[in-house]
């Protein structure tokens, strides 16, 4: 991000107002609606990513660990910390934390990551030129020590 979106205000927000907008379309368009869009969104911002970075056809998931913790993390836009993305077997396993989606939510909260999930799940996409499958399967919210989104080829 070389130039700036805001002149005084900058490129970023409050997670408050996010999670405000989350919980506004839940209430006009349903949990269910929500999500599949928030997960759209995030898959056409995680394929643009990748694309800006230079990851497509990148196979070394460390490469692609540093890049995208770089433009999603601390550096960046601040929307999650990866920590590792790990081949197992067929899955892709994404080890997460501190993700916008989990942020302020009470420990047992049902919530999903969506938007953070669908950003990883189309970077993923464009990197590696397949269609995926991908899923939310371990939450911080829910005792994991990471939110976990694995993916899986589809046929």
């Known amino acids: 991000m070389s130039e700036r979106l805001r002149e005084q205000l900058g490129d970023f927000s409050s997670i408050v107002c996010l999670k405000a907008i989350i919980t506004g379309m839940e209430d006009a368009l349903g949990?269910?609606?929500?999500?599949i869009s928030l997960i759209a969104a995030?898959?056409?911002?995680?394929?643009?990513?990748?694309?800006s970075l230079g990851?497509?056809?990148?196979?070394?998931?460390?490469?692609?660990?540093?890049?995208?913790s770089?433009?999603?993390g601390p550096e960046g836009t601040r929307l999650l910390i990866i920590e590792k993305i790990v081949q197992?077997?067929?899955?892709?396993?994404?080890?997460?934390?501190?993700t916008i989606c989990s942020a302020g939510e009470p420990q047992g909260s049902t919530r999903q990551c969506t938007f953070?999930?669908?950003?990883?799940?189309?970077?993923?996409?464009?990197?590696?030129?397949?269609?995926?499958?991908g899923k939310h399967t371990e939450s911080v919210l829910r005792g994991s020590a990471y939110d976990v989104?694995?993916?899986?080829?589809?046929?």
């Open 31 to 35: 949990e269910k609606a929500t999500a």
């Open 42 to 51: 995030g898959r056409t911002r995680g394929k643009k990513l990748a694309e």
């Open 55 to 68: 990851l497509v056809g990148v196979t070394d998931f460390e490469t692609v660990t540093q890049a995208l």
């Open 70 to 72: 770089q433009a999603l």
């Open 88 to 98: 197992d077997g067929t899955c892709i396993k994404v080890y997460v934390k501190e």
């Open 116 to 133: 953070t999930l669908g950003a990883v799940w189309g970077a993923l996409e464009k990197i590696l030129n397949k269609r995926l499958q």
């Open 149 to 155: 989104f694995e993916f899986t080829e589809l046929g």
